[in-house]
């Protein structure tokens, strides 16, 4: 397989999206709106959900033990995302309307960390005294998404156990397609449970489509223009009818990014300074929260205001990278090493 690709810029473009989105979400003021006027942050997400297929189950394939895909998938995610958790409930206890005294003793900053660290955000999103009056009081919305990511790494090894048993990936891989996609219609169409709906099994058909054009990649590397002729017609048919969830979405929007990635040779460089997308991931909600708490956007030019919020991310996105991210992954390369050398 073809390793130079343009993952990196993807995952950024993706990360990036979110951000813009959730500035004209959040900010409140007019004048931003047209930022959610783009793809939508759920678009962006999806896209997620199709990388991580690809490049967990690249990842997997190519690890020799079970442990060792779990060490590799817990340094990559926890460092970081401890530390926001706790960045978030120290920093933000300078804004909050409740004393130093009264923050620290309550017990809502306690099950603020208590839930979000077993990555249960949605039990208790916000911390005592903060975002009050804002849109939400949530402190991170973004971190919904990494229980779902983490679901999918203890299910990507039961998937490949299944394909290994019965020697049928495709069988497998379909019926999985198909049966998260009648969750998804389910809960949010015939229920009318959308937060039920964006849980792991309505998300499951993005992620498989990932798993199964790293397994087939060879093949629609070969074909790659009459798979993406065919994906961009789907869409463009999709889009034309309305459709909030159709059945081939996902198959071809994850054709497009997976055959995009080993298409643009000029980006394939993009990350070669650090891979800044988990911190600007993980970074942006809570600053976007500080400054529609204090009507920043009202009070000052809110262009300006968005550019200030998207270089305050950026600055905490290199931290994390350089301070916490990459140095738990550069110890775990050298641990690596280090067994290979006592092996050998």
Not at 74 to 90: C, E, M, N, S, T
Not at 153 to 178: G, W
Not at 201 to 220: H, R, W
Not at 311 to 337: G, H, P, Y
Request: aromatic residues 22%; glycine residues 4%; hydrophobic residues 50%.
């Amino acid at each position: 397989m073809n390793n130079r690709n343009c993952f990196d810029f993807l995952r950024f473009f993706f990360a990036a999206n979110i951000l813009l989105a959730h500035l004209g979400e959040l900010s409140q003021n007019k004048n931003l709106e047209f930022l959610s006027s783009f793809p939508t942050s759920s678009f962006a997400v999806k896209g997620f959900f199709i990388i991580s297929g690809f490049l967990v189950a690249k990842s997997f394939a190519n690890t020799s033990s079970l442990k060792e895909y779990f060490i590799k998938r817990a340094k990559r995610i926890l460092p970081a995302y401890i530390v926001v958790l706790l960045l978030a409930v120290l920093i933000l206890s300078l804004f909050s309307s409740n004393s130093f005294s009264e923050y620290f003793t309550d017990i809502g900053t306690y099950k603020y960390l208590g839930w979000n660290s077993v990555f249960l955000n949605f039990m208790h999103p916000c911390l005592p005294g903060l975002f009050e009056d804002n849109l939400f009081c949530a402190v991170n919305g973004s971190l919904w998404t990494l229980k779902v990511e983490e679901g999918f790494y203890i299910v990507l090894p039961l998937i490949f156990y299944a394909i290994k048993k019965s020697k049928k990936p495709l069988l497998i891989l379909v019926s999985l397609y198909v049966l998260s996609i009648l969750y998804w219609f389910v809960m949010d169409f015939y229920l009318n449970k959308p937060l039920l709906a964006k849980q792991l099994p309505g998300y499951l058909a993005y992620f498989v489509t990932g798993i199964f054009l790293f397994l087939n990649f060879d093949f629609v590397q070969q074909e790659k223009n009459k798979f993406l002729m065919a994906a961009i017609l789907l869409l463009i048919i999709s889009n034309f009818l309305d459709f909030q969830m159709d059945f081939l979405y996902p198959a071809a929007f994850g054709t497009i990014v997976i055959i995009t990635a080993y298409s643009l040779p000029f980006l394939n460089n993009f990350g070669k300074y650090g891979d800044f997308t988990y911190g600007l991931y993980i970074y942006h909600f809570p600053i976007i929260q500080l400054f529609r708490q204090y009507d920043l956007f009202e009070k000052y030019d809110p262009i300006l205001m968005a550019f200030l919020v998207i270089s305050i991310t950026f600055f905490f996105a290199v931290f994390s990278w350089f301070f916490v991210e990459k140095r738990f992954l550069d110890r775990f390369k050298k641990d690596e090493v280090k067994q290979t050398l006592a092996v050998c």
